[in-house]
């Protein structure tokens, strides 16, 4: 009996502190001011993309990826490059792309005040999406691009 009550008070309590992010999608940032006042809440989503399964509630990561890429069409306070080699890394897979934006939008929000150059930002969020990758437990397999920079950095 104690077991059962246990298991209970488990399964009710994740349920309850558990990230629901589905109404997030639904934002639109309008303003400037807006834009800033949502970063705490556009940081949380992007932690819990690059740390949680991929096959994790897949709706509630397309809705954190919705609110964060909305986010950064919306905000003024950064610039985000996506250029061909991010396209070639990714194949234009929602997937990649997800852990890649997430990846970027959580440099930028933890080095606040630092200026990061284009290129310095996509090699940090190249390699974030490469250790997402890497880590069978995420549920997000390697593609061939992100095979060749494993191998590279395994020659290293």
Not at 23 to 39: G, Q, R, V
Request: glycine fraction near 2%; include cysteine.
């Amino acid at each position: 009996m104690k077991q059962l009550i246990l298991i209970f008070t488990l399964c009710v309590s994740s349920t309850l502190f558990s990230q629901d992010y589905v109404k997030l999608a639904e934002t639109n940032f309008k303003t400037a001011e807006e834009c800033k006042e949502a970063e705490p809440k556009v940081l949380e989503c992007a932690n819990y993309l690059l740390n949680t399964s991929a096959k994790a509630n897949e709706l509630n990561r397309l809705s954190a990826f919705q609110y964060l890429f909305k986010w950064m069409e919306g905000t003024a306070d950064y610039t985000f490059s996506i250029d061909a080699d991010v396209v070639d890394l990714t194949k234009g897979d929602t997937s990649y792309m997800a852990i890649y934006f997430a990846a970027m939008v959580q440099t930028v929000l933890q080095n606040k005040g630092e200026k990061l150059s284009d290129e310095a930002l996509h090699e940090t969020a190249v390699n974030k999406l490469v250790s997402y990758c890497e880590d069978d437990t995420n549920g997000l397999k390697p593609n061939r691009a992100i095979k060749k920079i494993i191998k590279k950095r395994k020659k290293s």
